[in-house]
């Protein structure tokens, strides 16, 4: 192959990845501790954002779970004495930040 067609193309593949979105993953982090299973990140694919959910207990915050999501919406609702907390964004690591 043509090497002037490989470098173009390895560039290219860079700046893909540079340009995706990354998101924070945490399947269970509890307050005041670490992320106890799931932590790492996802890129995100097409149609999705970065998600935060946390769950409230009497306003203090209970857990919170953090991935890429498809179509996601940011919600809020109340169920069983518990509020849940639903937040997209859509810059790489903005879920870990909120």
């Known amino acids: ?8 193309f390895l560039l290219f593949c860079l700046g893909a990845a540079a340009k995706s979105l990354k998101c924070i993953t945490c399947h269970l982090h509890t ?3 670490r992320c ?3 932590f790492g990140v996802c890129i995100a694919q097409k149609h999705e954002s970065c998600m935060i959910l ?8 209970q ?3 953090m991935v890429c999501q ?9 169920f069983n004495n518990r509020t849940y ?3 997209c ?3 790489s690591y903005c879920n870990y930040d909120m």
């Open 89 to 91: 964004c859509d810059y």
């Open 54 to 61: 946390q769950i409230f207990q009497d306003k203090a915050l």
């Open 70 to 78: 498809q179509f996601c919406r940011d919600l809020t609702f109340d």
């Open 63 to 65: 857990l919170t779970y």
């Open 85 to 87: 907390v639903h937040k």
């Open 1 to 8: 192959m043509n090497k002037h067609f490989l470098w173009f």
């Open 36 to 38: 106890r299973r799931g």
């Open 31 to 33: 307050q005041p501790d």
